[in-house]
């Protein structure tokens, strides 16, 4: 009969997104995984497969547990949803600043096409659920694919900014003016 397990996959999972986020995937070493985690290399390819496989199970734990499609979905949809939504990129996972997702994205040349797919299709859900949250704010915008682009776009913006500086950004005023601004577009 083998030793019990000492460590939770969620454990590993929760420590190497840390890492991950911090360093990247193609920085974050083997032994890196070991210190962060405190499981051994045996350990951690009795539960994965390989470094990249542990990226790509933290990325999907993370996008799973994150809150951002809970946000957007809840009802009613609205212009409070989509307010919170932005608000996660403040303060989006066990305190970070940023969003690991899109922090992982400047790694995109050297992601592994999985990975990709799985952003990917992370946030085309997330752009239906902007839209779906922008016609049901303001059924009078002209074009709210568009416009859920446009959030899109500045959400993952500010989460390059949060993660990138030292000094934390004037991140609330800034989604204040640009809930501000979505309000009077047309």
């Known amino acids: 009969m ?46 994965f497969k390989d470094k990249e496989d542990i990226f ?20 009613p949809k609205s212009w409070n949803n989509v307010r919170r939504f932005l608000e996660i990129g403040h303060t989006c996972y066990s305190g970070r600043r940023g969003c690991f997702s899109v922090n992982s994205l400047r790694d995109a040349s050297r992601l592994p096409p999985e990975a990709r797919r799985i952003i990917d299709e992370n946030n085309a859900k997330l752009r239906r659920l902007l839209t ?7 059924p009078t915008k002209s074009n709210p694919g568009l416009l859920s682009d446009m959030i899109f776009t500045f959400f993952s913006g500010l989460c390059l900014e949060e993660n990138s500086s030292v000094v934390p950004a004037p991140t609330k005023k800034k989604i204040d003016q640009f809930m501000e601004f979505l309000a009077e577009s047309k």
């Open 132 to 138: 779906a949250n922008v016609k049901a704010a303001d």
């Open 56 to 75: 790509l199970e933290s990325l999907r734990h993370y996008l799973n547990t994150r809150g951002g499609v809970e946000i957007l979905s809840s009802e």
């Open 2 to 47: 083998g030793r019990p397990k000492l460590f939770t996959r969620e454990d590993v999972l929760m420590k190497a997104i840390v890492l991950f986020w911090e360093k990247g995937l193609s920085d974050t070493t083997l032994q890196d995984l070991e210190r962060a985690t405190g499981v051994n290399k045996s350990g951690l390819y009795a539960e």
